[in-house]
């Protein structure tokens, strides 16, 4: 079958097709945490103190005695095979962003030949994958391969239950021989170690009795579009980029805004209950649902939890999306900008820090200007943003995500941090010396008896700012929608840390000269506002008068690319941050520079292969028959002398010639080697081969507008977004 008649029939098969049977959902109850070794069946199944340890472990990080993990994998190799597990995986999340699993049998054989199951806290605690095959920036090489993963007793094993079988799955970091992260998790668990010590230190200076270990939450809303597979299949830049290298923009796109919010469409929402049974058995809380505004594009937002446990969930539920549209018939696209000319997709990092003893210390109450424990948790933010805006700035850097940052659809590539009126004016009041308290937010009355009278929010929303306080958390909302949530997570642990060190050094002084603390306090936040309050913006982020003068004026830097970004990993700033926290020595810190460098080159470098591959191989060879139809039927035509309009066979030439030139200059450029080091490397991509590859579309997109419907090789963005 020709990719045309395949085209054809993608749409017939697709409008025409039985819906998919649905069964009844089953109870919450019934299946929450179905698939997890939660503490309450560690409770059923192990010793009274080995409980105990374990308890004590997942909810404040204490150290296990080595002995209590033979006990563990004795209980949870009998609830694994409870469970139909033959096997059991170290989980681990390399630099490559994905999730990382080498499986390993409960099955040995004893000295009769008798197969029999073994699991012991020597399994469950340690496993050996080869270091040198993932990225790691030098740190392991084919003859020094050694590493070592190593259980996370703080992040609950799980059962991944596929048509192909059940595997325990133990949450694991991964180390080289040497000892270095080779992982998103160790520096992760690192950075709220350095919070936790920090906060810690602050709230018993500011007169905290009791103070239970600090941990920072995290809830991630996903972003993603759903394409048919059959449409998918036969798109090689979406198999092999994840994104549309091609594709002329339809009639109607998202102009009417009327996709967000709207009805679930019934295949989608029948795939959306699927993936939601699926978390709930993981123990992952899915709470909301609901169309986005590109078309084809949709959102899922979990509850919050403990970081550690979010990030963990959050690789689980992209893998759980990815997994269940293909049961289902579709592909899931959790690229930044897989269609042009529509919103592309993120994932909003909800993130806070509290505690047991003194709740959500980002949660301002109802007068948050008596509030000092919120007043210096917020200013910490504030300082720590200013300051390692850059940092922010590289740890969201990707190919995709420099398609989304800038653009008029995602936060500006400027950090700054947005407060909220209330908590703005508080910080300024301060800033000026004299704090009145808050202002009052008012009751909304519509006038309309049947609606309940409500008390406003203290503060709006702002969708412009990249770092915006949201009521009782911020919410980092630059990170991109296929990224790991753990690189955003250990730089705002790590800053925070930082500026909560700082803050304890000033109050030390300020509460030695006998001041009161409430004065201390104020004459802390009073010399961070000074310093840093430029960091604070309350307008349109997307504005140009903005981005002027945060650069010109307030000395904010705008990072607008990757290749922009990442350096910053080596600014001498940065290494002294995180070697002060201990979250990364300066050799983990450089290796990540350069896996994320090599990953962005990559990327790049395969798009390029696939603009240069598609243009010649599938539109060019359409074009030509496209064209060559044209002609013989004006030929036809003129023989039985009638003259016809020849302009869009002319088009279709120029528009050809000029897409294989530029195919031509592409190639020659991809082919470049010779570079000074890995920035001139990204800089030559970003400016350079990027440029290219647009000029090429460009020609392309022109050619689908003239080329016969039924003679277009590839399926159309018309498609692609509204059949569904």
Not at 165 to 179: K, M, Q, R, Y
Not at 422 to 444: H, R, T, V
Not at 606 to 631: F, G, H, Q, R
Not at 690 to 712: F, T, Y
């Amino acid at each position: 079958m020709s990719r045309c008649k395949a085209r054809a029939q993608a749409v017939f098969e697709i409008t025409t097709g039985e819906p998919i049977s649905v069964e009844k959902p089953k109870s919450l109850e019934e299946i929450w945490a179905s698939d997890v070794f939660t503490l309450v069946k560690m409770e059923d199944a192990l010793s009274k103190s080995a409980f105990k340890a374990m308890k004590e472990t997942m909810e404040t990080g204490a150290p296990l005695d080595p002995a209590v993990a033979d006990d563990v994998a004795a209980a949870m190799k009998t609830w694994a095979l409870s469970k139909g597990a033959n096997y059991f995986a170290h989980v681990f999340y390399p630099l490559t962003g994905a999730s990382a699993e080498k499986h390993d049998s409960f099955i040995v054989t004893d000295a009769s030949g008798k197969a029999i199951t073994e699991f012991n806290g020597s399994l469950l605690t340690k496993g050996e994958p080869d270091g040198s095959s993932f990225p790691n920036g030098g740190i392991r090489q084919t003859n020094a391969a050694r590493g070592y993963t190593f259980w996370d007793p703080t992040s609950p094993a799980f059962i991944l239950d596929t048509e192909n079988g059940a595997t325990l799955c133990i949450p694991s970091v991964f180390v080289s021989w040497t000892g270095e992260a080779l992982d998103k998790k160790v520096p992760l668990l690192r950075s709220n170690a350095a919070m936790n010590k920090a906060g810690g230190k602050l709230l018993k200076l500011m007169g905290e009795k009791e103070v239970a270990p600090l941990n920072s939450s995290c809830g991630a809303e996903q972003e993603y579009f759903l394409v048919d597979a059959a449409f998918a299949n036969l798109r090689p830049d979406l198999l092999l980029a994840g994104r549309t290298l091609f594709g002329a923009p339809p009639a109607k796109g998202q102009e009417f805004d009327d996709h967000y919010f709207a009805t679930i469409p019934e295949r989608v929402q029948v795939f959306m209950e699927a993936v939601e049974e699926t978390l709930y058995r993981l123990g992952i809380p899915a709470k909301t649902r609901h169309n986005e505004v590109a078309p084809g594009q949709f959102e899922i937002a979990p509850y919050f939890e403990a970081a550690n446990v979010a990030a963990d969930h959050q690789q689980m539920l992209m893998t759980v999306l990815r997994n269940t549209a293909k049961k289902h018939g579709f592909v899931c696209l959790l690229h930044e900008k897989p269609f042009a000319g529509i919103n592309g997709s993120g994932k909003h990092v909800n993130w806070s820090v509290g505690n047991a003893t003194q709740g959500n210390l980002l949660d301002p109450g109802d007068t948050p200007h008596d509030n000092l424990n919120f007043l210096l948790f917020c200013g910490a933010v504030i300082r720590g943003v200013h300051l390692y805006g850059p940092l922010l700035r590289a740890v969201i850097a990707s190919a995709g995500n420099d398609h989304r940052l800038g653009a008029n659809e995602a936060p500006p590539a400027i950090l700054s941090v947005y407060l909220g009126s209330e908590i703005e004016s508080i910080f300024e009041q301060i800033q000026s010396g004299k704090l009145d308290g808050a202002s009052e937010a008012g009751i909304m009355d519509l006038g309309l008896a049947q609606i309940i009278p409500f008390a406003k929010d203290a503060g709006d929303r702002n969708r412009t700012s990249p770092f915006a306080f949201t009521g009782n958390r911020f919410e980092f909302r630059a990170v991109g929608s296929q990224q790991s949530v753990s690189g955003p997570l250990i730089a705002m642990n790590t800053l925070l840390a930082d500026s909560l060190e700082w803050i304890t050094e000033k109050l030390e002084a300020e509460l030695a000269s006998g001041k009161d603390r409430s004065a201390a306090v104020i004459a802390v936040l009073k010399e961070l506002m000074n310093a840093h309050a430029e960091v604070i913006f309350g307008g349109d982020g997307y504005s140009e008068e903005w981005h002027k003068k945060a650069v010109e004026e307030r000395g904010l830097k705008n990072i607008p690319t990757t290749a922009d970004a990442l350096p910053y990993l080596n600014d001498e700033s940065i290494k002294a941050l995180f070697e002060r926290t201990g979250v990364l020595s300066s050799v983990e810190l450089k290796s990540r520079y350069e896996v994320y460098a090599e990953i962005y080159i990559l990327s790049i470098g395969v798009e390029a292969k696939l603009v240069i591959d598609m243009a010649k191989t599938i539109i060019y060879p359409a074009a030509m028959s496209y064209l060559s139809d044209l002609a013989t039927t004006n030929a036809s035509v003129v023989a039985m002398g009638i003259e016809l309009d020849t302009s869009t066979a002319k088009a279709i030439a120029t528009e050809a010639d000029a897409m294989m030139a530029a195919t031509t200059k592409l190639a020659e450029a991809a082919g470049k080697e010779d570079f000074a080091d890995l920035d001139a490397h990204m800089q030559y991509c970003a400016k350079e081969i990027r440029g290219l590859m647009e000029e090429v579309r460009s020609h392309a997109d022109a050619l689908e507008a003239e080329i016969a419907d039924e003679q277009w090789p590839l399926p159309k963005y018309r498609e692609m977004l509204f059949i569904k």
